[in-house]
């Protein structure tokens, strides 16, 4: 069984910084793309940041500049830095994986989720 577990949420003043990371345990795995969405109360989940297997990184308008995903492939782990934080990004983030697990004799592939970390940024 493969998870995902994420850590580095908190509490922080506007223009602070965080770290969040998000590292999948398991066996017999292998990780395509990986991302950050977010969910602020009342709203839809939404796609923060994502990068491929070989780097390539995607954000959304209201991140670029601000935000860095990037990724260990060798810990199967996604970090996401936020710098200069305002108060609309206070949020429930989630980390997400696009897995292929191998099993004896077949395999296939799911989107899975970690269990959400709070940022809160306040004024």
């Known amino acids: 069984q493969v998870q995902l577990v994420e850590s580095g949420g908190g509490l922080v003043q506007a223009g602070g910084s965080l770290r969040l990371s998000c590292a999948a345990s398991?066996?017999?795995?292998?990780?395509?793309?990986m991302g950050w969405y977010r969910q602020a109360p009342g709203k839809q989940r939404d796609l923060v940041a994502s990068?491929?297997?070989?780097?390539?990184?995607n954000y959304t308008d209201s991140v670029k500049g601000r935000f860095t995903i990037s990724r260990d492939n060798a810990r199967n782990t996604v970090y996401l830095q936020m710098s200069s934080l305002k108060p609309e990004d206070t949020a429930v983030y989630y980390c997400?994986?696009?897995?292929?697990?191998?099993?004896?004799?077949?395999?296939?592939?799911?989107?899975?989720w970690g269990q959400g970390t709070q940022v809160t940024v306040s004024a």
């Open positions: 997400n994986a696009g897995i292929i697990v191998y099993r004896e004799t077949f395999s296939y592939s799911s989107a899975y």
């Open positions: 398991g066996s017999n795995f292998r990780i395509n793309t």
């Open positions: 990068i491929t297997s070989d780097g390539s990184t």
